[in-house]
């Protein structure tokens, strides 16, 4: 076997899902790129045809597909046909970045292990939606990001990183978001790349970094 076709095979396949504007999908794309990380983004798949984030894939050469969940009768019909979009490309890792809609048992079991999320906050609290009002809410002094393995229950799963943001007097929930989105950009691609790197290891349900990286960006 040629050098040329040992690191085509070394080469991991990375599909990202997106419901919106894709800033998350943009700094792992951009990262692996810079970087050269072991790894292509080999498609952008979204449940909304309007999502800003198609444009960048597209311009950047990523190929592009739309599985509109509103075309679909019940949750399972959407998710299987999600599930043939995305093994149209042969992922190592699938990456949900601002994917808006809950997935199914039957698909997270396909994708077990090699599929990750960022949610905004510091699960396993505020999980869902509105994560930063309610943290305001609840008078939190910090708040953050989390990436994590993806399990059937949502927005939990084994902790690959997290980052952490203090709240500020006078913070609203856009000021919140904003701050966090910037860590999430650093988090994001980070943990991706120690996926496709093999440097993450579950150990009863606690992700440890081959390394002993730190696994907590702090501000
Ligand atoms: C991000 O803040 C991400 O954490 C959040 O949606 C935003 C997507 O932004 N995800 C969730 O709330 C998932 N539960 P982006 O499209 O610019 O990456």
Known sequence: MSRASLHCRAMKSIVILI??????????????????????????????????????AAAHGIATAVVDHQAFGTREAFDDALAAAIDRFAPDLLVLAGFMRILGERFVRRY?????????SLLPAFPGLHTHQRALDAGCKLVGATVH???????????????????RDGDDADALAARVLATEHQIYPRAVRWFVEDKLRIERGVVRQRDGASQLLLP
């Open 19 to 56: 419901s919106g504007r894709g800033s998350n999908m943009e700094a792992i794309q951009q990262r692996c790129a810079a970087e050269g990380w072991p790894a292509r983004v080999a498609a952008v798949i979204s449940n909304r045809a309007n999502a800003g984030g198609l444009q960048f």
């Open 149 to 167: 393995f993806v399990t059937p229950q949502l927005d939990h799963g084994p902790i690959v990183m997290q980052s952490v943001v203090p709240v």
């Open 112 to 120: 077990e292990g090699r599929m990750l999320n960022i949610h905004p």
